[in-house]
């Protein structure tokens, strides 16, 4: 399949000052699920298939690193009480346990498949699924097990927050994340992460969780700085986390250490914007030299959308971003935060996840929010959308 007249290709191989990589009047030539030829339209070779996308653009199928897509419930009342004021805190998380414990499978997968669904029509091509909604072992067995059947970026999120039973013993629930209940997931499990914040876990405990999951052969995630400065930046750095995420409140310390480590910060637009915390400056962060990268954090109470085209927008927006550099952070940022390297990328050797825009330029992404733009989406050279 060759896909030609393309007015503007975002292929992230950075050329020059241009890290996005940018061509114009472009083709791109898929065979077997891969990208096999980058080039100009006018040197495209024969195929068997012609896509004409009519001058539009098209970018790498974006990269979401950072979701909670397995659970039940919904928590519509608290985000209304936070718009009318209330302070957000991590403990509303325990609302969603008690309804995903009670949760079937076949419930809980009609709800996951609807999500991807909607990632999907929205250029998602990559996604990363982390449990942390069922707090005993049982339930999250189930979680990671359901969500290892859509993909392999699955996390183990035991340590999300100390459940009810548990409460005032949260070393003692420690024990049973680094013991029965990791046993039971890491077989279903790619990554291990933890909530090392205030109201949930403290550096001590997160080290533990992340320590064990890593002799259990699973790769470090971390949750820090959310709602506040503190140590889990540290920390993911020290254990080689290949991401650490939110980094709402950042220090100069931090930012110093991010720059110089292989951790990627992976910045969550959506939840300020529906938690009203002051947003990360992503410019600041850049410039320093941080690897940045925009995920959705689909959940119910902090983040819940799936649209990384919206995060986008709110990047570029209230953080600081070019909208090259968000889009940048969209694909090849995620993977970088998942550490692939078959995504994320318009080149030959990669898998054929494309999306073709309705617009001329991907700066349309943030210059018309809310406005559904993706025209088509390729999933290993496979058209997705009807």
């Excluded at 896509?51 to 690193?65: K, L, N, Q, T, Y």
């Excluded at 998380?93 to 499978?105: G, H, N």
């Excluded at 950042?250 to 990627?264: K, R």
């Excluded at 992404?365 to 496979?382: C, F, H, M, S, T």
Aim: proline share 4%; net charge negative.
């Amino acid at each position: 399949m060759l896909i030609t007249n393309i007015g503007e290709l975002t292929t992230n191989v950075a050329a020059g000052d241009d890290r996005s990589g940018t061509r114009h009047d472009a083709a791109v030539l898929v065979d077997d699920g891969l990208i096999v030829w980058v080039g100009d339209a006018a040197d495209a070779p024969a195929a068997e298939e012609i896509v004409d996308a009519g001058g539009r653009a098209v970018i790498p199928g974006f990269v979401d690193s950072h979701s909670h897509l397995v659970f039940g419930g919904d928590r519509a009342s608290e985000f209304e009480a936070r718009m009318a004021g209330q302070k957000y805190a991590a403990g509303g998380i325990r609302s969603t346990v008690a309804a995903t414990r009670t949760a079937s499978d076949d419930d809980l997968r009609e709800r996951l498949q609807g999500f991807l669904a909607e990632m999907l029509a929205q250029g998602t091509t990559t996604v990363e699924i982390k449990s942390g909604y069922g707090l005993d072992v049982a339930t999250e067995e189930r979680l990671v097990r359901l969500a290892a059947e859509v993909t392999p970026e699955v996390t183990f999120l035991g340590a999300h927050v100390v459940p009810a039973e548990y409460a005032d013993r949260g070393d003692d629930y420690v024990d049973l994340v680094i013991g029965p209940m990791l046993d039971a997931c890491a077989p279903h499990a790619k990554w291990v992460d933890v909530f090392c914040e205030t109201g949930a876990f403290t550096v001590e405990q997160s080290r533990r969780v992340l320590e064990a999951g890593i002799a259990k052969g699973l790769a470090p995630r971390v949750h820090a700085s959310q709602l506040g400065p503190g140590a889990g930046i540290q920390l993911a750095i020290e254990v080689g986390a290949a991401s650490v995420d939110h980094g709402t409140y950042l220090t100069e310390t931090d930012i110093a250490a991010l720059a110089a480590s292989d951790t990627v910060l992976t910045l969550l637009p959506g939840v300020e914007f529906s938690t009203r915390q002051p947003y990360p400056d992503a410019r600041r962060l850049i410039d320093a030299g941080v690897t940045v990268a925009l995920a959705c954090d689909t959940n119910p109470g902090s983040s819940f959308t799936s649209s990384m085209p919206f995060c986008i927008a709110v990047a570029v927006r209230d953080m600081g971003m070019t909208t090259a550099e968000a889009v940048w952070a969209a694909t090849a940022g995620g993977a970088a935060a998942l550490r692939r390297d078959d995504v994320g990328v318009i080149a030959a050797g990669m898998r054929a996840d494309l999306v073709l825009l309705d617009a001329p330029t991907r700066v349309h992404l943030a210059y018309r929010p809310g406005v559904p733009l993706v025209a088509q989406v390729w999933k290993d050279g496979i058209a997705r959308l009807e």
